[in-house]
């Protein structure tokens, strides 16, 4: 399954197929960028919408002018609480990655997307499940 949102794409394979886009969401583009740091990490949440193993996320992710190269940005997928609100608590994560500052460009190109794979993961979802992209860091990007 794969989704698209201003912030990601999720990819997802499911047994019978291969990775494919679930949802995609592209938003106004880099005129709306924000900044992700200690005080103000990001979320986006969404619904699945195909059953089957998350494979990937895609994301507009860009350096900021005070990140430093040995700097590194978390991501990760969490649950939701029964409002559709993000748990807080970042040791309920299901999936999570460090993309270290050299991975990334400190010019946000509105067509180029970060591959994030969650493959090894092996996370399952279903139809219906509620669930959070959160990108925390403790610099700013």
């Known amino acids: ?6 912030l990601l794409l ?3 394979a499911t047994p019978v197929r291969a990775a494919e886009v679930d949802q995609e969401f592209t938003g106004p ?16 949440t ?3 919408g195909l059953a089957g193993t998350l494979t990937q996320v895609d994301l507009s992710l860009a350096l900021g002018p005070a990140t430093l190269a040995t700097d590194e940005i978390l991501f990760d997928v969490r649950p939701t609480d029964g409002s559709g609100t993000p748990l807080l608590d970042d040791g309920s994560a299901l999936a999570v990655v ?5 991975q990334l460009t400190g010019v946000l190109d509105p067509g180029d997307l970060f591959e994030i ?4 993961f092996a996370l399952q979802v279903a139809p219906g499940d509620r669930l959070a992209i959160v990108l925390r860091a403790a610099v700013p990007f």
């Not at 460090?98 to 050299?102: D, H, L």
């Not at 794979?117 to 090894?120: F, G, H, I, T």
């Open 46 to 48: 969404f619904t699945v």
């Open 98 to 102: 460090a993309i270290p500052a050299t």
């Open 10 to 12: 999720l990819a997802l």
């Open 29 to 44: 583009g880099i005129d709306a960028s924000v900044s992700i740091d200690e005080i103000f990490p990001r979320a986006q």
């Open 117 to 120: 794979d969650l493959s090894a």
């Open 1 to 6: 399954m794969r989704l698209v949102f201003p």
